[in-house]
């Protein structure tokens, strides 16, 4: 499976902007899909996750602001994220496992990644 993350850009805090994952070689619909951000000079840490029966996982810092889901036609995960902060600032990278539910934060799991979409909001 390839994926390949699209969406980031420069934002001023309190707005918003769509992450797109788009695989080719395989359906989402077989894998958990989760996003991963990864802030300069900082570890890889969990963003919420899209489960293969549909269930959901966030964060606690991003629960109410971030929204993430799946579009089976276009076979794509997207990561709506709104009411942006400067903490947000990061590369994101999607990335699809089939470990069960109860680890789907850890990145250790995930078997195929993409290239990373760089997000930059500013204050």
């Known amino acids: 499976v390839q994926l390949q993350a699209s969406g980031g850009g420069l934002v001023q805090a309190g707005g918003s902007l769509t992450l797109t994952c788009t695989a080719s070689g395989g359906s989402f619909r077989r894998y958990t899909t989760g996003w991963f951000r990864q802030a300069p000079g900082k570890e890889r840490k969990f963003v919420a996750a899209?489960?293969?029966?549909?269930?959901?996982k966030y964060t606690g810092p991003v629960k109410g602001r971030f929204t993430i889901s799946r579009d089976n036609a276009k076979n794509t995960v997207s990561l709506q994220m709104s009411s942006l902060k400067p903490e947000d600032t990061a590369v994101y990278y999607c990335?699809?496992?089939?470990?069960?539910?109860?680890?789907?934060?850890?990145?250790?799991?995930?078997?195929?990644w993409g290239q990373g979409t760089l997000v930059t909001v500013s204050s």
């Open positions: 990335a699809v496992t089939t470990v069960v539910w109860g680890r789907v934060t850890e990145d250790d799991y995930y078997t195929y």
């Open positions: 899209f489960g293969w029966s549909g269930n959901t």
